[in-house]
């Protein structure tokens, strides 16, 4: 099943080979017989090998078999401070011991209070209320229902419509999936999702020929004004991803935009949702991507990042004004009712605090710096390959863009997969990359070292070469 994937070249622990129980392949069998993964055709792991992963350390996966990968992408860009950082883990054990789990109506905890606390200390000011949920689509579900009901509870239930980016992703619920414009994950289930009217992106890439970022972003602000002329009445909010559409393929623009949007929700009277869920906590060079553009938006969603890749936590950010539309008797009928069994969750919680510690104890931000630097420099003579059409950054994610044709930047055909032989390259050499399409993109836990970006760089520029080859 895996013959195509060669043997490593790195070195490997030969210890935990002898042992074909627990072995990479003894592992994946088992797996394949009963697990469905995410975002994946099961019929590819007849030829790409599944990866059982026994152990992890700092940015570094170690396998059944013993074999290292450097996490390039932060485990789906969750990871800040390593795997099984020893700090985190032992702030959970201690919880686990304490309180695990209590119903979050009627009952709360320490580590949920002091979590709203700090978020709301770290924040854009005027987020001064905390809703949580328990993974990034359900705090978009949220931030969707609760602009809607507050308008509702406002005397304005016309307003029943969201603006999204083209390019947006918000995540895989039919809500989220809803304001979501990744046609490979929305196309099938569009007959069952609500109809959001679309706004173009102010992706930079998607500029004209000698349109600065700043240029395109303002084009965009007069795009947006006029589809908020004719559609604000009947509008709940505009959500958009701050600074970098990541799904979409790390796409990024400049944070006028941001400001803008602020100012135009203002007049027309819509909400300004921001989900931060993968730009958050640092990713984009400060630690929320809209004080880049010294904005507050109306709703803040957070997740990934919120607990450094440990627990499944998010969490909505939002206004006093916000709460205060549905702050009334039982009986006027206006609580937000929405709820997920595991909200609050106090191990969740807790991890999420530890994060927030190693935030103040630390210096991340300018380590971040120092490394995106490093990133930038070595990701520098890509941009001359004749299959890369661009190479942006916006702090701690970088992407190179791959194309079929560089003058015209035609893309490859997606059936053409270009994409999985730099990850089927990567693995063979110790790396987890895992292209968007045709983006290649580097987002690794903030704990790697210039070497490893390195690592992370060099294996790239292998793995291009093989994938832009006929
Ligand atoms: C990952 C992501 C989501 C969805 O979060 P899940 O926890 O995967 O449901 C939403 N928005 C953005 C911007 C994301 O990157």
């Avoid at 060669?6 to 994946?28: W, Y």
């Avoid at 972003?217 to 589809?227: D, K, M, P, S, V």
């Avoid at 970098?244 to 949702?273: N, S, T």
């Avoid at 969740?348 to 104890?361: K, Q």
Wanted: aromatic letters at 8%.
């Amino acid at each position: 099943m895996h013959a195509r994937l060669e043997r490593p070249q790195c070195s490997t622990d030969d210890s935990r080979m002898s042992n074909p129980e627990s072995s990479n392949a003894a592992l994946a069998m088992r797996d394949l017989r009963h697990v469905w993964h995410p975002c994946t055709q099961m019929h590819d792991h007849e030829s790409v090998p599944m990866v059982p992963i026994v152990r992890g350390d700092g940015a570094w996966l170690i396998d059944a078999d013993g074999r290292r990968y450097l996490d390039g992408i932060s485990s789906w860009w969750t990871n800040l401070f390593g795997h099984a950082n020893p700090r985190i883990a032992s702030a959970l054990a201690d919880q686990a011991r304490k309180l695990e789990h209590v119903i979050f109506a009627g009952f709360t905890h320490q580590p949920a209070i002091e979590l709203a606390e700090e978020l709301i200390r770290i924040t854009p000011p005027g987020l001064n209320r905390v809703f949580y949920a328990d993974n990034g689509s359900a705090a978009i579900e949220v931030a969707l229902k609760m602009s809607f009901h507050t308008w509702l509870n406002q005397g304005h239930g016309e307003k029943t419509r969201f603006i999204a980016l083209s390019g947006s992703y918000h995540g895989e619920t039919l809500g989220a999936l809803s304001v979501s414009d990744v046609a490979l994950y929305r196309k099938t289930y569009a007959p069952l999702l609500l109809t959001p009217f679309l706004a173009p992106s102010p992706d930079s890439y998607e500029g004209e020929p000698g349109e600065t970022a700043q240029q395109l972003a303002a084009r965009r602000l007069q795009e947006l004004r006029e589809l908020l002329e004719r559609h604000a009445h009947e509008t709940c909010a505009v959500i958009v991803e701050p600074l970098v559409q990541c799904a979409g393929g790390m796409r990024m623009y400049h944070p006028d935009y941001l400001a803008g949007l602020r100012r135009l929700c203002d007049e027309f009277a819509v909400h300004f949702i921001a989900d931060e869920i993968a730009v958050g906590f640092g990713r984009s060079g400060t630690l929320f991507a809209c004080e880049q553009a010294g904005v507050s938006p109306d709703f803040m969603c957070l997740s990934k990042g919120l607990t450094a890749g440990f627990m499944a936590l998010s969490a909505v950010l939002t206004t006093d004004d916000i709460y205060a539309a549905f702050y009334a008797e039982y009986n006027a009928g206006k609580a937000f009712l929405h709820s997920h069994s595991y909200t609050g969750n106090p191990l969740a919680c807790r991890v999420a605090l530890e994060t927030l510690a190693i935030f103040r104890d630390e210096p991340v931000l300018e380590r971040n710096r120092t490394l995106a630097a490093h990133l930038s420099r070595r990701l520098e003579p890509l941009r001359d390959h004749p299959h890369v059409a661009d190479v942006r950054q916006t702090g701690m994610i970088a992407a190179v863009e791959l194309v079929a044709d560089k003058a015209s930047r035609r893309p490859f055909p997606p059936a053409e997969r270009r994409g999985l032989r730099v990850y089927l390259h990567g693995l063979r050499h110790g790396v987890l990359l895992r292209p968007l399409g045709s983006v290649v993109y580097f987002m690794p836990p903030y704990v790697v070292t210039e070497q490893d970006i390195d690592l992370l760089v060099d294996t790239a520029i292998s793995g291009i070469a093989i994938a832009v080859a006929d």
